[in-house]
């Protein structure tokens, strides 16, 4: 069944057969399939990512047999959508019974101007103003999944998305384990933990991670956060950090979103 459809395949295909150039090897395991081509419309010039899964299953009380994963990342980018969180374009997702199970099919435009913050830490791109300027942002695109009480589950620089001109602009992909972490704080924790770990292998210094946590706390007012294999990071104090946060961030130009 077809939920949505907003953009129309390429002349002469159905988005179930349209072909382009693998972004990585396919994966393959037992019965499964799961792949994404990257195809370019020649009438438009547009771009799409056409990510197909035969036999990639989750279960959950509703499902108890399983459906595609695809069909869960297709119900957390509208989820997004309601909660005024960025992502990419969705275009259109299908699932059907096929001969060797479940297939499905989930078609996002293409991101222009992005690229991974795993890319750019490793290139040394940005200087320590742009590096703390993009966590900020970061910090602040999490604010309203996870007071939704939804956590990203696979949080890894691989997977967020930046763009610095015309403004810093943050879009998060790989929504496929994304769901209700059962709390504010449990979402908080599991997806900042992860992430926090990583930033740490990735070389970001200690004062860049701390201001982006400072400020995630500031923009959530959640304290005493416990994040798996990171010493606790005490909450800022109570005016007057808040206050010299404020005052660092305008000295920075940085803007503040809300919450």
């Not at 077809?2 to 150039?21: I, K, V």
């Not at 990512?49 to 980018?77: A, C, D, F, I, M």
């Not at 830490?121 to 320590?128: D, G, V, Y």
């Not at 900020?136 to 998305?161: D, N, T």
Request: glycine letters at 8%.
């Amino acid at each position: 069944m077809t939920w949505e459809t907003m953009a129309l395949a390429p002349a002469g295909c159905t988005w179930w057969d349209a072909e382009g150039e693998w972004v990585e090897p396919p994966n393959v395991r037992r019965n499964g399939f799961s792949g994404v081509h990257r195809i370019t419309d020649a009438r438009t010039g547009t771009a799409y990512y056409v990510k197909r899964q035969t036999n990639h299953l989750y279960r959950s009380l509703r499902y108890p047999t399983g459906r595609p994963t695809l069909l869960r990342e297709w119900l957390n980018l509208r989820r997004c959508a309601a909660l005024g969180i960025p992502v990419a374009a969705p275009v259109f997702f299908d699932m059907r019974r096929g001969k060797q199970g479940w297939e499905a099919v989930l078609v996002t435009r293409s991101l222009a101007n992005y690229a991974s913050l795993e890319h750019h830490l490793r290139h040394a791109e940005w200087t320590a103003a742009q590096l703390r300027t993009v966590l900020l942002a970061l910090a602040a695109m999490l604010v309203p999944l996870h007071m939704a009480g939804r956590k990203h589950g696979h949080l890894y620089p691989k997977e967020i998305f930046v763009r610095t001109a015309p403004s810093v602009d943050v879009i998060l992909l790989d929504w496929e384990v994304s769901r209700y972490a059962g709390s504010v704080r449990w979402a908080a924790q599991s997806d900042l933990g992860r992430l926090w770990r990583s930033l740490i292998d990735m070389g970001v210094p200690e004062s860049e991670r701390a201001e982006f946590l400072r400020y995630y706390q500031e923009l959530t007012g959640l304290a005493n956060l416990r994040l798996r294999g990171v010493p606790p990071v005490r909450e800022p104090g109570a005016a007057g950090a808040s206050a010299s946060m404020q005052a660092s961030n305008e000295a920075r130009g940085t803007p503040r979103a809300s919450p």
